[in-house]
């Protein structure tokens, strides 16, 4: 399966721990996206990559939150000092970067489910 | 993202046509719909989009009106596989970058 790949499927962690989910994208993909998704709704937008360069990361939720994709290929999230409200599941996409109107699909990965207790 | 309005829930029995619509009034000429849904305990997966002209692939059909205010996408042989919430999206300037899901509507496939 050469699909994306998220690791691990399951964390759980006490409040005050960092945690960190690692994404390997499908490999011809230049872009790479994080989203968090909790019970009941839509996966919600954090940031995303180009390559190694992350164009957009105004969405992360607080300072706790980074991200990074050292050598364009997979990508690290890490959650500093982790709460109950960071309980959710972390999910990972990729895709090509195209002109609009080509296939721009996003692909994800099963996601980390993250616990804090 | 332009906004869109889906119904919460819809119900179809196996081997009809599941049709889903979605509103995306405040669309504007550049931008596409794209359909995505999620299995319980998967990711999303990607189905279909369109501008506006009528798309069909191995997946689904995408209707969309002419005035591209309003699309429907149809499952034309529903399983109790495609049970999953399926997502309506307009991405912002048709980027397709940072989506926004919304809730999307929960299809339940019975026998």
């Known amino acids: 399966d050469t699909g994306v790949s998220q690791n691990p499927r399951h964390k759980i962690t006490k409040r005050g721990q960092n945690v960190t989910f690692r994404c390997d994208p499908i490999?011809?993909?230049?872009?790479l996206y994080w989203y968090r998704q909790t019970l009941g709704q839509g996966p919600e937008f954090l940031t995303y990559f180009q390559n190694e360069a992350q164009l957009e990361k105004s969405r992360l939720l607080s300072d706790r939150f980074s991200a990074e994709r050292p050598k364009g290929s997979f990508s690290t999230l890490e959650i500093q000092r982790t709460e109950q409200g960071d309980s959710a599941m972390y999910l990972c996409?990729?895709?090509?970067?195209?002109?609009?109107?080509?296939?721009?699909?996003?692909?994800f990965g099963n996601g980390t489910r993250l616990t804090v207790t | 993202d332009a906004k869109t309005t889906q119904p919460p829930s819809m119900d179809c029995a196996e081997g009809r046509a599941a049709n889903l619509p979605c509103n995306h009034s405040?669309?504007?000429?550049?931008?596409?719909v794209y359909w995505y849904r999620q299995i319980h305990s998967q990711g999303p997966q990607y189905i279909i989009h369109g501008l506006k002209n009528n798309e069909t692939n191995e997946m689904a059909s995408l209707i969309i009106t002419e005035d591209r205010k309003s699309s429907t996408l149809i499952l034309p042989h529903a399983t109790l596989r495609d049970t999953a919430v399926y997502y309506c999206?307009?991405?912002?300037?048709?980027?397709?970058?940072?989506?926004?899901f919304g809730t999307g509507t929960r299809l339940q496939v019975t026998l």
């Open positions: 405040t669309i504007s000429g550049n931008e596409y």
């Open positions: 996409a990729s895709s090509f970067a195209t002109p609009p109107g080509a296939n721009r699909a996003l692909h």
């Open positions: 490999s011809e993909h230049n872009r």
């Open positions: 999206i307009v991405p912002f300037g048709g980027t397709a970058s940072k989506l926004t």
